[in-house]
Each structure stands twice: as structure tokens, then as C-alpha cells.
């Protein structure tokens, strides 16, 4: 069992950065791949970014690509979006997700947070 609690949402305007922390709880947190996912007003929750148990294989949506970065500190049970570059389209709720295995684009994680919401100001 995995619980997580996202942080670090808030109000930005367009152009700025946020950086959103995932904490986990459970020492197996080394065992699960990571995900992060929003979901906007009215639309689909929509995949953001993934990353492997390890760290070193990470995934991300074309729409934030060399805009985001997800990482993770296994040593602190921890994982982070840093978000650069932020546009009206990002403003949504952000979800972080574990899952044991591989990572993946799909919505096929075992655990979710509650989520944050991020805000961005045009």
C-alpha cells in the first residue's frame, strides 16, 4: 500500500515556474514507477510525465516537453514536477500516481494523491 500527497500547486502567472512534490509514504516507494497527470475544468484526465523506479527512464506528453521535468529522491520517498514556462493551457489539477512495474502513458496506476491544483494567470 502507497499513500501520496501532492504539493506545491498555486497561482502563477504565465511564464513562471511551480515545482509540485509527490510525498510517499511506505518504505517500497524505491519499487513503484511514477506518474503525473492533470486534469482540466470540463476535459479528460490527460497524462504528464512518467519515470521508472530508478529514475533514469522518464516519459513525457508532447505538450510540456522541454518544459517539465519529473525527477524523484527515492532516499526522501519523494517525487517532483518542475514546471517551467507555464501557460494558461497548463492551469488544471495535478495528480501524481504509483504503480509496481514499468512506467507508463496510461492511467493504469494502482495509487493516486488527492491532487493540486495549479493555476496559471494569462
Known amino acids: 500500500q502507497v499513500q501520496l500527497v501532492e504539493s506545491g500547486g498555486g497561482l502563477v502567472q504565465a511564464g513562471g515556474s511551480l515545482r509540485l512534490s509527490c510525498a510517499a509514504s511506505g518504505r517500497t516507494f524505491s519499487s513503484y514507477a511514477m506518474g503525473w497527470f492533470r486534469q482540466a475544468p470540463g476535459k479528460e484526465r490527460e497524462f504528464v510525465a512518467a519515470?521508472?523506479?530508478?529514475?533514469?527512464?522518464?516519459y513525457y506528453a508532447d505538450s510540456v516537453k522541454g518544459r517539465f521535468t519529473i525527477s524523484r529522491d527515492n532516499a526522501k520517498i519523494t517525487g517532483y514536477l518542475q514546471m517551467n514556462s507555464l501557460s494558461a493551457e497548463d492551469t488544471a489539477v495535478y495528480y501524481c500516481?504509483?504503480?509496481?512495474?514499468?512506467?507508463?502513458?496510461?492511467?493504469?496506476?494502482?495509487?493516486w494523491g488527492q491532487g493540486t491544483q495549479v493555476t496559471v494567470s494569462s
Open positions: 500516481a504509483a504503480k509496481p512495474g514499468l512506467p507508463t502513458t496510461r492511467g493504469e496506476y494502482d495509487y
Open positions: 519515470i521508472s523506479k530508478s529514475g533514469r527512464t522518464t
